[in-house]
């Protein structure tokens, strides 16, 4: 049983635009959620995180959105540019009682169009 | 340099065989990671060090993986009769493991295991 789930294995986008990818939980015990991107033949990067006692964090071009009553997260892209195709992985934990191993969608590779 | 550092990067061995793979961690991060990736699947949690004790091992998939962090910094994971199965990449992370300073895990760049 996936506890998080991203639904979109691919999205296309125009450099420029803006870059929308969705994730969705099913444990409401996470409080902690956070994007990585990874480039082939490379670790995961960590992008941007955000707690449970937020609903938006920013960073620059990336903002994370979490909606708690839908166990939903989105992170947006404003505005893409084609460095930032990568597969996108969401990532979730427990930090508060539990190790903070992070459970992760199987994610969403992103391609930025010239 | 300054990030987490993984060896071999690549590895080939034969089912049966014993196999190695090492983590350098990110220094004065107490908590290490090991996770694994299979083709077209996320990352999955396999053990977690806190210093060097094995803080929770319960993603371990039987007992013929067994990892160590002797002194509460380099990690060594070590895989006995492998497997074709076992065929990954195996991902290590560390942390601070603080909520002030940060909970964000910092990978290296993994070492793709193949077992013919």
């Known amino acids: 049983d996936q506890q998080v789930k991203q639904n979109s294995p691919s999205l296309s986008v125009q450099e420029g635009r803006i870059s929308i990818l969705n994730c969705d939980y099913t444990n409401s015990m996470f409080d902690y959620f956070l994007w990585y991107k990874k480039y082939p033949a490379e670790g995961p990067t960590f992008l941007i995180s955000?707690?449970?006692?937020?609903d938006k964090n920013e960073d620059g071009r990336f903002t994370v959105f979490l909606n708690k009553s839908a166990k939903h997260l989105s992170l947006h892209i404003v505005p893409s540019q084609p460095g930032d195709s990568a597969v996108y992985f969401c990532a979730a934990t427990r930090l508060v009682g539990s190790q903070g191993n992070l459970i992760f969608g199987k994610g969403t590779k992103l391609s930025v169009k010239p | 340099g300054a990030g987490v550092s993984q060896t071999p990067s690549n590895k080939v061995t034969e089912k049966g065989k014993y196999v190695e793979l090492r983590c350098d961690p990110i220094?004065?991060?107490?908590?290490l990671y090991w996770y694994r990736q299979s083709l077209g699947q996320g990352p999955e949690f396999l053990i977690y060090?806190?210093?060097?004790?094995?803080?929770?091992d319960s993603g371990l998939p039987n007992d013929r993986f067994f990892a160590v962090r002797p002194e509460g910094s380099v990690s060594t994971l070590k895989i006995q009769r492998t497997e074709r199965g076992d065929s990954a990449v195996y991902l290590c992370?560390?942390?601070?493991?603080?909520?002030?300073?940060?909970?964000?895990?910092?990978f290296g760049p993994g070492t793709r295991l193949t077992v013919l």
């Open positions: 220094s004065g991060h107490t908590a």
């Open positions: 992370a560390s942390s601070l493991r603080d909520r002030l300073l940060g909970d964000e895990q910092f």
């Open positions: 955000i707690s449970s006692i937020k």
């Open positions: 060090f806190q210093g060097t004790g094995a803080a929770d």
